[in-house]
């Protein structure tokens, strides 16, 4: 038995056979071609874009329909990637001037860009690489003519196991047989992280070494609760963690039978239900499970993996977003809880001077000193 400490991407427990993901062979040989060539080349790379963005299109379409507006917005910002002059200027540029191929103009302008991020230290910037190289992918396979069919080869519910997978993977997890997911890469704040919430898939990402260590066929243990991985368990560990499975399938079964009926106490009183509600960990049951209304929405985490405040039109959008998701139900916003364990990622004075976080400049009077931020 062996046990990798990873981070916690989206909680549950899953058991089951591992699959390994083919590694993206994503380096592409410098090929050249001759000058004559050019305008097929172009011609070329002009089909595939296309092609790639009917393919985003129709992303978008299934997204929205499943998991709602937040996540077809992902789709979104791959077609502005896909559209983005600085990427088809680019390659264009090297096909005409250095006369690269389509394949390799383009492997070589994802790493430029790739790079750029990589030397931003804050990691929710560093994890938005993936959404070009995401992009990438795709533009490569249809440079190539190919289909990627490897997901769509699993027949039987199974434990995917990865270096790397990118949101559009992620989204076609589900109906492929794929009951959990673990990677060696990737953080709490990536769209790969974040889809998985919304799909209810237990997952940890960061496992470093998670890909080399796991055979297909294995039997693994994704706890994406405490962010471990479990590979070829012990007969107690098994035990244990299918107890856990039972007790948690018992839990959600008795909330589908009674979260349609009214909450009245045993005297006849009726008792309205709020929920406890962060955007982050949202899936698709929460709608479902809610009654009343939001009884305290958190709002930190907008304060948190970004180098900069939100904008008063960021903060309108987002509660905008989470009340048209609820019905338009009544809400009680919490000012965001900041200090302490819930640092924002970018500098403040009074943070800076507190020797107590959890007792000092915190919540109200942090606002209180700093009404820009709201």
């Known amino acids: 038995m062996l046990v990798l400490k990873g981070i916690a991407a989206s909680p549950g427990v899953a058991i089951g056979p591992a699959v390994l993901l083919p590694g993206d062979n994503f380096a ?35 997204v929205l ?10 789709m979104s910002t791959h077609k502005l990637i896909l559209q983005d002059p600085a990427l088809k200027d680019s ?11 389509a394949q390799a103009a383009l492997f070589l302008t994802l790493q ?7 030397k931003i230290e804050d990691p929710f910037f560093k994890e938005r690489r993936n959404d070009i190289f995401d992009v990438g992918k795709r533009l490569v396979n249809n440079l190539e003519g190919g289909k990627r069919e490897f997901l769509a080869s699993i027949n039987k519910p199974s434990l995917l196991v990865a270096h790397n997978l990118y949101p559009s993977d992620t989204i076609n997890l589900q109906e492929n047989q794929v009951i959990g997911f673990c990677t ?6 990536s769209h790969t992280a974040l889809l998985a919430q919304s799909l209810n898939l237990p997952a940890v990402v960061g496992l470093s070494t998670a890909s080399k260590d796991v055979k297909s066929g294995d039997t693994l243990i994704i706890d994406g609760e405490n962010g471990l991985l479990v590979i070829n368990p012990d007969r107690y560990t098994l035990a244990n963690y299918r107890k856990i499975q039972r007790e948690i399938k018992k839990t959600d079964a008795l909330l589908k039978t009674i979260n349609h009926l009214p909450v ?16 982050r960990t949202d899936n698709k049951d929460n709608k479902r499970l809610i009654t009343d209304g939001l009884g305290l929405l958190r709002t930190e985490f907008l304060y948190m993996d970004t180098p900069t405040p939100p904008t008063e039109d960021d903060q309108y959008r987002m509660y905008l977003a989470v009340l048209k998701r609820f019905d338009m139900r009544p809400t009680a916003i919490r000012l965001a809880d900041l200090g302490a364990d819930k640092m924002p990622d970018f500098p403040l004075d009074e943070f800076d001077k507190d020797a107590n976080p959890f007792m000092g400049c915190r919540g109200i009077r942090l606002f209180l000193k700093n009404p820009d931020l709201l």
Do not use: W
């Open 65 to 74: 329909s499943t998991l709602g507006a937040e996540y077809a917005n992902l």
């Open 28 to 62: 592409v040989s410098r090929q050249y071609i001759e000058p004559a060539e050019v305008k097929a080349e172009l011609q070329k790379m002009h089909h595939a874009m296309q092609k790639t963005l009917d393919e985003l299109d129709a992303c978008e379409k299934k």
């Open 264 to 279: 009245i106490t045993q005297d006849g009183r009726g008792v309205k239900l709020y929920v406890n509600y962060d955007p």
């Open 91 to 101: 390659v264009a540029k090297k096909i005409r001037t250095e006369h690269l191929s």
């Open 112 to 118: 430029e860009l790739a790079s750029a991020f990589d």
């Open 184 to 189: 060696d890469v990737g953080g709490k704040t």
